[in-house]
């Protein structure tokens, strides 16, 4: 019984395509994850009565509690990109899903945000 080979190409491409998608799919949510952190960040430092010395302590108490658990994507450097992540795009449905959460971190380090809006299509 000979079998057609772009039957097995045609799988094949669903398979790969397939992957492709899940991979955006997964990339896309852990970047709504990290806007949700530094949103809710930010919203417990607006609690805070002496907000600079209060951001700090809050950043590294949570960095030493989620880094055992969660590992070093919860490092104080990225807690604070995901602050800065919030404060630079505080509209969440704003958020491209084409981009990944790389290329939000490329955009973060664009001091202008006319330049970093052009930069993001």
């Known amino acids: ?3 057609n080979q ?3 190409s045609d799988i094949k491409a669903i398979i790969a395509q397939s992957r492709g998608k899940a991979i955006r799919a997964v990339d896309h949510q852990r970047t709504l994850m990290y806007w949700h952190i530094g949103k809710r960040i930010f919203e417990e430092e ?3 009565k ?3 010395d209060y951001g ?3 950043i590294k108490y949570l960095s030493e509690q989620l880094q055992p658990e969660f590992g070093s ?9 995901y602050r800065q992540f919030y404060r630079t795009f505080p509209i969440v449905h704003a958020l491209r899903a084409q981009l990944s959460w790389t290329q939000y971190k490329l955009l973060l380090s664009v001091d202008n945000e006319d330049k970093r809006a052009i930069s993001s299509f």
């Open 50 to 52: 002496d907000r600079a």
């Open 56 to 58: 700090t302590y809050l």
């Open 6 to 8: 772009s039957f097995i």
């Open 1 to 3: 019984m000979a079998i």
């Open 73 to 81: 994507g919860f490092s104080v450097r990225q807690i604070n990109h």
């Open 46 to 48: 607006q609690e805070g």
